[in-house]
């Protein structure tokens, strides 16, 4: 691994599977590597407890962990950021300003899944209309175009996940 980083960026809809596999990943990877991760729910509390879920605040929210992902790349290490980011624009815009060491990997999950597991309890909450401006309820998640990885969840058990993750960094870590 040379002194240049990677940023990993999982996007998916809540629930798709970001935070399970990028943990699997980074206990396998950590021992090798320099890593770090970025996941929504505990980074939301520190670095931006004032942010709900408005467009300009999912925005401004991931802008500042763009800035992160900037500083902890440029000294070597590998990030993992497990973000719903369900706006193509700021995930273009993280791709401008990260470079050629952004991969954007897709968890994909269909909204009926992500429903069925809801591992937080999240969409039910939605549902009965007490969390506004849920992601794939009453907010849109705007799928990659064209990104690096797509891991899909709905198809693959975890661990396939996790493997085809591990076979993506082999191939693009910078050496
Ligand atoms: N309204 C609404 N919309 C989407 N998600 C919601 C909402 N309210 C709470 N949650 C929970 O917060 C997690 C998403 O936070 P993120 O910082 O990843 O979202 S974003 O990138 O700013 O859109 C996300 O966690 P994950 O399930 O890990 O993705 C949700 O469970
Ligand atoms: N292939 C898979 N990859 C990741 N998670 C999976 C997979 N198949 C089923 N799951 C389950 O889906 C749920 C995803 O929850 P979580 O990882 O918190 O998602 P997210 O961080 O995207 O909200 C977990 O309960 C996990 O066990």
Redesign the pocket.
Known sequence: MSEEGLVLWFT?R????????VNQVYHILKKYNKAEILDGDELRKWLSPEAGFSRDDRERHINRVIGICSILSRNGIIVFV?LVSPYRKIREEARKILGKNFKEIY?KCSIETCMK?D?KGHYKLALKGEIKEMTGIQDPYEEPIDPDLIID?EA???E??VQLVLDFIERVEPK
Not at 16 to 21: D, P, V
């Open positions: 998916g809540p629930g798709s599977g970001k935070t399970s596999i497990a968890v597991r591992p969840t693959q058990a975890i396939e996940s």
